[in-house]
């Protein structure tokens, strides 16, 4: 019984928030992060899609528009490998097809030849999209943001958390793959 008066004070008033994936408090703050994680995720890809959108009048997910301003990063040619790296993806594929989108788009150029020479980096048009995207940035959230007492140390401290969990996640996923259940017929 003490074990669930304790979970109903952590969960608050009236609210329970066990689920399958969390019955000990621990596990609740797991799940709960986990779960805020996921919807601040999809919102910051909103976000992202919706600024673009404000500075051209073209169709580019989230990802895709991450994936324009990394090869805007301090303005020099990145492979696919390096945009993989860069965005902890592997999932090449998806990389090749929104780097296609983009060229399409007449945002980014891509250079060279052969597996290991290709680079790709933002053409004029890329450079004052989102040079335009990011004064639109900061008139709309950096000033946004900048209003938060201390968010400067809150979100200096989210990004040192989210590059743990990083690291977390990619080492219990290297076990669980190590580890996996082979189907039997």
């Known amino acids: 019984m003490a074990h669930k008066k304790k979970l109903e004070e952590k969960s608050g008033e009236g609210l329970d928030r066990r689920w399958h994936l969390a019955n000990t408090p621990f596990e609740i703050e797991v799940t ?3 779960y805020s994680l996921m919807r601040a995720y999809e919102g910051f890809g909103r976000w992202q899609q919706e600024c673009l959108g ?13 994936l324009l301003h990394i090869i805007r990063m301090h303005d020099r040619p990145k492979s696919i490998k390096d945009l993989a790296w860069m965005t902890n993806r592997d999932d090449i594929p998806n990389i090749q097809y929104s780097l296609r989108k983009l060229i399409k788009a007449g945002l980014v150029r891509r250079s060279g030849s052969g597996r290991a020479g290709v680079t790709y980096m933002a053409s004029e048009r890329g450079v004052d999209v989102t040079d335009h995207y990011a004064k639109l940035r900061k008139t709309l ?11 400067d140390t ?8 989210f590059e743990l969990l990083t690291g977390i996640y990619e080492q219990v996923a290297r076990i669980a793959a190590t580890h996996r259940r082979v189907k039997r017929d």
Not at 54 to 66: K, R
Not at 144 to 151: E, I, K, M, T, Y
Not at 154 to 161: H, K
């Open 154 to 161: 809150r979100l200096s401290e989210a990004a040192r958390t």
């Open 141 to 151: 959230l950096v000033q946004a943001l900048s209003n938060v007492p201390d968010f």
């Open 32 to 34: 709960e992060a986990e």
């Open 54 to 66: 404000s500075v051209i009048d073209h169709a580019l997910s989230g990802p895709e528009n991450a």
